[in-house]
């Protein structure tokens, strides 16, 4: 047995905590972000984490910066043999790295050295990767670069956004670290290198990472949409023939092969499952949308009740 402490934020990183409560290792305390506001009411709602882990009666740190020497101490009172890290979403110094005995361990949802960074699922599901999954490593200075205890796959349907992928992940990375926690016990965990040469690197999504070329093929935009749901979401704006152009997200898309005699970006019709967009190799069927400020909607909705009757899709910044 392992005495565990824990440092994880999101929902992506409760199964993880959950499945070493369930085993035979024991999670002295659990580290995680302060209170954010969130949702359209802005209000203060604590990290998925920290109500997990009250959930089970652990400790828990909330701290901006787990580096701070009052909270290095808050660890070190805990003994732990190892940590655990998925998804926390701080640079962790080497005092805290090497105050366990095993070091820390980090549930990274790619399989590495694909997609070390920010947004590793965001990155495969964008570009059409036909597979993806997790690696358990030992944490290091450099980002994501340790060396790797395990990985699992799994597929990426070609309709998955990256929020069901998500969800998968994180089931799949659970049984994972527990693996690689009572190999660690047991003295037999044995990690590989990772292979430097193949390394590829991907940072936090902005604004140009969100926005939709409407000069793209359609099948690059649909995974770019599924890629950028639920979050942050793709933009794009809606250039009405009776007004100025408004932003959009979409939300849900299909595509086809196919020449579109228009202009990319162009509405070529209207049809029960949405609305056909001309792209620079194939059409694009929107299928749902949100308006800026206003609710999720149907395509064959959106251009029927605010379209006024014609226009086309264009980037944000377009006049």
Do not use: C
């Not at 929902?11 to 959950?18: C, I, S, Y």
């Not at 009172?77 to 820390?104: H, N, S, W, Y």
Request: no cysteine; charged share 25%.
């Amino acid at each position: 047995m392992l005495d565990v402490v824990f440092l994880g934020t999101p929902d992506f990183a409760v199964p993880t905590l959950d499945a070493i409560v369930a085993s035979s290792h024991r999670v002295v305390g659990v580290v995680t972000q302060p209170d954010r506001r969130r949702g359209r009411g802005q209000r203060s709602a604590p990290p998925p984490v920290r109500v997990a882990a009250e959930r089970h009666g652990i400790d828990v740190l909330q701290t901006a910066d787990v580096n701070a020497a009052e909270d290095l101490a808050w660890v070190a009172d805990r003994a732990p043999a190892v940590g655990v890290v998925v998804a926390f979403g701080q640079f962790l110094k080497k005092p805290i790295r090497e105050l366990p005995r095993f070091g820390l361990i980090n549930l990274h949802a790619s399989l590495l050295p694909q997609y070390r960074g920010a947004a590793p699922i965001h990155a495969a599901v964008i570009a059409g990767d036909p597979e993806t999954g997790v690696s358990v490593m030992q944490v290091e200075r450099r980002m994501d670069a340790g060396a790797v205890f395990a990985t699992a796959t799994t597929p990426i349907g070609s309709d998955e956004t990256t929020g069901d992928v998500e969800e998968r992940l994180a089931t799949i990375g659970a049984p994972l670290v527990v693996d690689v926690l009572d190999r660690l016990a047991a003295g037999t965990a044995e990690s590989v290198a990772q292979d430097e040469a193949a390394a590829t690197h991907v940072g936090r999504l902005g604004i140009d990472d969100r926005t939709i070329a409407w000069d793209a093929s359609a099948r690059a935009i649909h995974d770019r949409v599924r890629g950028l749901t639920p979050h942050p979401g793709a933009l794009a704006a809606f250039a009405s023939t009776e007004g100025a152009p408004f932003r959009v997200r979409p939300l849900e898309t299909a595509w086809r092969e196919g020449a579109a005699d228009a202009t990319p970006g162009d509405v070529l019709g209207v049809r029960d499952d949405g609305v056909d967009v001309a792209t620079g190799d194939g059409v694009l069927t929107i299928e749902r949308l949100t308006p800026a400020g206003g609710r999720p909607v149907t395509g064959r909705e959106f251009f029927h009740g605010r379209a006024g009757g014609g226009g086309r899709f264009v980037a944000p910044t377009d006049s």
